[in-house]
T-cell receptor
């Protein structure tokens, strides 16, 4: 069974600084997808960034980028120039499409606080 | 356009009662997902619908849980004979074509409290 581990339950960072959130996963699959989701205090979950395992290039979305290390099964999220609005729970998630299913496996999340 | 909506936003029920949670996906989205988020935990996959295909029910925790999606649109998650451990936020999400090609959009969730 696939598992996703977020070892840091909580982090804080000063506004405008850079922070890295760690995520590791365990799978025997070769074709899979990785995601980072953000859940602000308002509760609505939104996608931050995604990475296809077959792509060697790390995904980037504006201030958000990932460091995808396939051999190490590591998928960390870097947030540059942190903003107060980045305060949220962040969840790492994994999906290996099998038999047409799209079952997402989530980590337990990490609470990020950006301080002014 | 309108996002994913869920109703009710909050539900308090007594142990042993049945509850129905509703999800209205974004119009035209073929894929629909249900998740459960317990306090301090990540999201737990419950069920996945894709078009007219048989749903993936592998995440449903017991036979007290069931879900249906009528006409490829609205979905209802039913919990029979609720237990206190069913207390959680139930999140619904939809995607135009599925996660391989598209992102999924989440609703605000239904917070269920079983007394």
């Amino acid at each position: 069974a696939q598992t996703v581990t977020q070892s840091q339950p909580e982090m804080s960072v000063q506004e405008a600084e850079t922070v890295t959130l760690s995520c590791t996963y365990d799978t025997s699959e070769n074709n899979y997808y990785l995601f980072w989701y953000k859940q602000p205090p308002s509760r609505q979950m939104i996608l931050v960034i995604r990475q296809e395992a077959y792509k060697q290039q790390n995904a980037t979305e504006n201030r958000f980028s990932v460091n995808f290390q396939k051999a190490a099964k590591s998928f960390s999220l870097k947030i540059s120039d942190s903003q107060l609005g980045d305060t949220a729970m962040y969840f790492c998630a994994f999906m290996a499409p099998q038999g047409g299913s799209e079952k997402l496996v989530f980590g337990k999340g990490m609470k990020l606080t950006v301080n002014p | 356009g309108a996002g994913v909506s869920q109703s009710p936003s909050n539900k308090v029920t007594e142990k042993g009662k049945d509850v129905e949670l509703r999800c209205d996906p974004i119009s035209g989205h073929t894929a629909l997902y249900w998740y459960r988020q317990s306090l301090g935990q990540g999201l737990e996959f419950l069920i996945y619908f894709q078009g007219n295909s048989a749903p993936d029910k592998s995440g449903l925790p017991s036979d007290r849980f069931s879900a249906e999606r009528t006409g490829g649109s609205v979905s209802t998650l039913t919990i029979q004979r609720t237990q206190q451990e069913d207390s959680a936020v139930y999140l619904c999400a939809s995607s135009l074509l599925g996660l391989i090609q598209e992102t999924q959009y989440f609703g605000p969730g239904t917070r269920l409290l079983v007394l």
